[in-house]
């Protein structure tokens, strides 16, 4: 007599998949979640873009300091579609700010924070910290005079923390002075570490969300 097989015919597979899709896509949400319920899947959307467009002008982009400059002026002036790649990856970074505004003062105003959901606001605070890296690390890779003085200030300020400032900026501008080795350093914290750090942090806010739920009104 042939035994009952437990293995999932190629079939099955794919209903199973798409029966997992479909649930994770169809959660039951609260009554009247509406527009102020939609700037964590705008953040989430921005996010995508300023990777795909970061992902292009990385493949030109050079983070030596003897070249940056020239590099981005070449993406800007002589790749195809260079200038509104760039353009699209700074105003991206500017609407990502706004959206996170907006979409703090969203789960403020709710209570989203409030037991059993402060993890998921723990979380996003990290979030927001990583974000504000990204805007800090990415202002000067275009290693112009406006970057450079931005910068400065912005080390400085780091350097003004009790206790770890002056490590800080000794860490983060490669040496006591901006210069050189300031450059790469700021590019892989841009390109490496605050992308996994993004990863892992959307990886467990929405886990977050997706276990307690949106808050009702
Ligand atoms: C930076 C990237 C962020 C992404 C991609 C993101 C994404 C999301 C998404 C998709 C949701 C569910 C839909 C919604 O309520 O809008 C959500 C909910 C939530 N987020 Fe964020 N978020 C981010 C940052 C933050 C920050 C900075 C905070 C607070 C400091 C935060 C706190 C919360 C809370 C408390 C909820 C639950 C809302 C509720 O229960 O109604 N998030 N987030």
Redesign the pocket.
Known sequence: MASPTTEPTPGSLRQHIRAAVRSFCDEPQPVRVGWP?????V??FL?VVQGLTGFLLALSYSSSADSAYESVRYIQERTVFGGLIRGMHRWGANLLIVA?AI??AR?FI?G??KRP?QW??VS??L??LT?LGFGFTGYLLPWDLKAYFGTEVGTRIAGSAPGLGPYLLTWLRGGPQLGPMTLPRFYAIHVLLLPALLLLG?AW??WQ?RSYG??PP
Not at 37 to 41: A, D, E, I, L, Y
Request: net charge positive; proline share 0%.
């Open positions: 319920q939609v700037f964590g899947s953040l989430l996010m996170l979409h703090i789960v709710w989203a924070y959901r998921t606001w996003g605070c979030l927001f974000v959307i806010h929405l969300v949106i808050t």
